[in-house]
């Protein structure tokens, strides 16, 4: 460690440059990170928000919800088989508020749950952005499809739909509105995907969270943008170490020469690249969750403790992958070799 030390000081611009680079790199990774997150939960926390089971929809629809449609007396019979089930549905629209504003909003439907807001016939529950926009407990709000208003009951935090305020209303509203009886999807808290049901196909959380277009493109983009960045600067690392390496091959000849091991130098290496990405992920860390905290609330943006760990130790690994692959050609080489290389 004191080997390595010594050299960093000795050439403190040069690992200057590289511990910036590393920082700038791992900053716009936990930025990217925390966004995809951020829309993750905008795009479906409604969904991401439910303990881990089995959705059910309809074989025929092809994996797409709104598609779907549950035969009564097959719901009735999951309902029998699994008393916590519940059946819900799904429908994009729109409200109008007391000022005959219009704002889109998710209409959510579901059987006697805990899982879901309970509301009764003419009542509505709205995701909590919906207050910040203005509208109050007691507003009535219209829709062209429904006869009578809506009563606004209550808020809910954090409850979103294809980037959509939820709009939780009663079973008998919804089949007014849309003209339908069926429900869309069966839900079974603590399912198993062995249990089958006739002319159904079940998916796990994560699995029908991929079935949401918007969703699963959203996440696949930014995602593959991060793991990017990471290879990126694992290859930063092997570059930056092997080019010093080459300058460095005479000096290593001679170390090697004296008896200083093999596993010594790797040793410096190493220590080097830790300091290097340590330093750099501590920047990046703090900024990043400053940013978290001065967010604009509009912004989807949100970096959990356990996201920013997760990345954490992965730049350290990529970083020890790659300051590794740079230190094979020291191993390789042999003392007197090396020392006629240093010379020319």
Known sequence: MNMAWKEMIRNKVRFLILGSIVFLISLLTFMISGLANGLSQDNASLIKDLPTGQFYMNKEAEETYNLSRIDKSI??????????????????????????????VAFVTATESELFADVKAGEIVLDRSLEQAGIKVGDSLTNPQYSSEFVVKGFVDQKKYSHAPVAFIRLENYQEMYRVEEMQLVFIPGGDSAQAFTGLQSFSNKEFLNTIPSYSAEQMSLNMIVWFLIV???????IFFYMINVQK???????????????????MIWAQMLV?????????????????????????????????????VVF????????????????????????????M
């Open 276 to 312: 290097i990405t340590s330093l750099a992920l501590v920047l990046s860390v703090t900024l990043s969750q400053v940013f978290h905290v001065i967010a604009p609330k509009g912004m989807p943006f949100s970096l959990s403790t356990e996201t920013t760990l997760q990345l954490s």
């Open 232 to 238: 990126i600067s694992g290859m930063l690392f092997a």
């Open 316 to 343: 350290l690994m990529i970083g020890f992958i790659g300051a590794t692959l740079s230190g094979i050609q020291i191993k390789k080489v042999a003392p007197l070799q090396a020392i006629q290389q240093g010379e």
């Open 75 to 104: 719901q009735d019979k999951m309902f029998t088989e699994q008393k916590d089930a519940v059946a819900l549905s799904i429908q994009m629209g729109f409200i109008n508020d007391e000022a005959g504003k219009q704002r889109s």
């Open 249 to 267: 091959m005479g000096l290593y000849g001679i170390l090697k020469a004296i008896g200083v091991k093999t596993s010594v130098l790797f040793n």
